[in-house]
């Protein structure tokens, strides 16, 4: 195995402008005075970690669904799915995965399906591990609708020190299971609205991996 490719990952585009503002400062620093370079290179490091994009093996069978982001379970409750999004108002399964600031931010489709709506709406800052960032946290939503005609819901939801929520898709963009649609910066939370009936094979506490680890289970099979 390649030791570099262990540990240096690849650097989302998103990511340059901050890794470069991290690393004049750091210049700056080192003028100052030398020990405090020393912790802008630390930052600067940090920062490039933060933005890392590994490749990642999602599986295949379409009845899985998969976890749209890198972090910890921090929730498994019923909840109506954000109203701007257009889908019936009864409670669904939700999943909240919450990610700290060295997870890895890039954001996956959970299924595949095409994107019948996205729903932006500002809001607080909040600690995103909170229940009530759900509600009352800066988000923006992403409806996907499955070929089996059903929906499950995607919300990207700002967290304490996250500040901006960023989305690479439109409206009628297809989506493959596992595909890159957004990020946030930095530290912040991922929910997932599972369709009716649906039961999650996670629980709280659980470690997620964006695109690999497996959520629920559309079917039985």
């Known amino acids: 195995m390649n030791m570099a490719s262990t540990f240096i990952k690849p650097m989302h585009p998103e990511g340059r402008r901050f890794v470069a503002i991290f690393a004049a400062v750091t210049v700056v620093l080192f003028v100052i005075w030398d020990p405090l ?25 379409t009845s899985l669904i998969v976890s749209p982001a890198d972090g910890i379970v921090s929730l498994i409750e019923p909840a109506v799915p954000p109203v701007e999004l257009g889908m019936a108002d009864v409670p669904l399964t939700r999943v909240s995965v919450f990610m700290n600031v060295f997870n890895c931010h890039v954001n996956r489709a959970p299924v595949a399906g095409t994107v019948t709506a996205i729903a932006y709406r500002p809001g607080k800052f909040l600690n995103a591990s909170l229940d009530k ?11 996907l609708t499955m070929a089996d005609g059903r929906d499950i819901a995607v919300v990207q939801i700002a967290g304490l020190v996250a500040r901006r929520i960023v989305c690479f898709v439109a409206p009628q963009a297809r989506l493959a299971v596992g595909e890159r649609f957004g990020l ?38």
């Not at 530290?187 to 649906?198: I, M, T």
């Open 37 to 61: 370079g020393w912790l802008g290179v630390g930052a600067t490091v940090w920062c490039y970690y933060f933005f890392r994009d590994p490749e990642r093996v999602t599986p295949q069978r």
């Open 133 to 143: 960032a759900s509600v009352d946290n800066e988000r923006n939503s992403l409806r």
């Open 184 to 221: 946030i910066r930095f530290g912040s939370r991922l929910d997932v609205y599972l369709p009716e009936g649906v039961v999650p094979d996670v629980a709280i506490g659980q470690t997620m991996v964006a695109g690999e680890t497996i959520i629920a289970r559309l079917t039985d099979a």
